[in-house]
């Protein structure tokens, strides 16, 4: 159960006043183990409610990434592994997350059902 920052504040100073264990958990319906872990918090300048900034850092940049791709749009993923200093698979999955997918081939390749030669037809 989330607890807000000011009911924090209230049940320490409540506790710090003199008033015992007993009545702090009758007052606030909190266990000692609670109050102990919050008033360390507080002793050690924890700030309550702060959220952590943004997503962990990435290897790839992904504004290079496009730019490397608009500069040669047929390059291998293990060329592209190459400049990032990474995997093919992690290159694959961030240009899946960015929405860029490999370019289609026009031609099928068939095996005539006949013979073994190959037929190429326009899809």
């Known amino acids: 159960m989330a ?9 320490v ?3 710090q006043e003199g008033h015992t264990l007993k009545q702090l958990q009758e007052a606030f319906g909190i266990p ?26 990435r290897k790839i940049d992904k504004e290079a990434l496009k730019q ?16 990032f200093n990474c995997t093919p698979v992690a ?3 961030a240009l899946k ?3 860029i997918t490999i370019k289609k081939s026009s031609l099928s390749i068939m095996k005539d059902p006949r013979g073994e030669e190959l037929i190429f037809a326009k899809r």
């Open 13 to 15: 100073a409540y506790k």
């Open 32 to 57: 000692a183990e609670t109050y102990y872990d919050w008033k360390k918090k507080l002793d050690n300048g924890f700030v309550f409610g702060a959220k952590a900034k943004g997503g962990r850092k």
């Open 68 to 83: 490397a791709v608009e500069i040669k749009p047929d390059a291998f993923l293990w060329e592209l592994a190459g400049q």
């Open 91 to 93: 290159i694959h999955y």
């Open 97 to 99: 997350n960015m929405g």
């Open 3 to 11: 607890y807000s920052i000011d009911f924090i504040k209230r049940a």
